[in-house]
């Protein structure tokens, strides 16, 4: 794992505990080709291109792209495309067998999509409650098994009596296997 101190970072990351969890959960292999959905920084589409076959990043916003692409030469990923756009629209057209889900504007349009073209291993990562129960109805009612994890992360800091613990936002892992 890269720890997150060693990104670049403009918008927001996936923090380091987050992206241990969620790419155990993706069980990645040298075959799978994964798009990542709303990219962001790319905490997660580094970590995936160093174990997959390929990564699609896509996202909407430039500054995340930006700052993707400096994440991506920081690291020498060469196995990662870059997609300036909406997800909802740019996965219509690619080929992939894995997908990871950082971000969910419009995410009713991304899993009817990632449905149709039934890719059997989505991870979703999630922090607003109603964008979770959002999520888990959908892909339910698209026949998916679901493993949902909610990850209460907090990191010691050394201060002046000793170690302190400072809590992170708690963000649910959805994993989901047709
Ligand atoms: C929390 S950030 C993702 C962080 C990223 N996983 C990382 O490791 O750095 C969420 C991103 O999703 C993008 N996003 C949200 N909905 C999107 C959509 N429908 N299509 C493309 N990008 C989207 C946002 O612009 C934002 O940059």
Redesign the pocket.
């Known amino acids: 794992m890269i720890p997150d101190d060693q990104?670049v970072k403009r918008?927001?990351?996936?923090k380091e505990e987050i992206?241990a969890i969620s790419l155990y959960k993706l069980s990645l292999s040298k075959d799978d080709i994964v798009a990542?959905?709303?990219?962001?920084?790319?905490?997660?589409?580094v970590?995936i291109a160093l174990r997959a076959k390929k990564v699609y990043s896509?996202?909407?916003?430039r500054e995340?792209i930006e700052n993707?692409k400096e994440n991506l030469k920081k690291f020498n990923i060469k196995n990662c495309e870059i997609i300036h756009?909406?997800?909802?629209e740019?996965i219509k057209n690619l080929e992939f067998n894995k997908a990871?889900i950082?971000?969910?504007?419009?995410?009713e349009e991304?899993i009817k999509i990632l449905a149709e073209k039934e890719v059997s291993h989505i991870v979703a990562?999630t922090?607003v409650l109603e964008n979770t129960l959002k999520i888990v109805k959908l892909l339910e009612s698209y026949n998916y098994k679901l493993d949902i994890v909610l990850a209460n992360i907090s990191k010691a800091k050394k201060i002046s009596p000793g170690y302190i613990f400072f809590s992170h936002n708690p963000i649910y892992i959805i994993t989901a296997l047709l």
């Open positions: 990104f918008v927001p990351l996936t992206r990542d959905i709303g990219s962001g920084a790319g905490g997660m589409s970590e896509i996202d909407l916003n995340a993707l756009g909406k997800a909802e740019a990871f950082g971000g969910t504007k419009n995410i991304i990562n922090i």
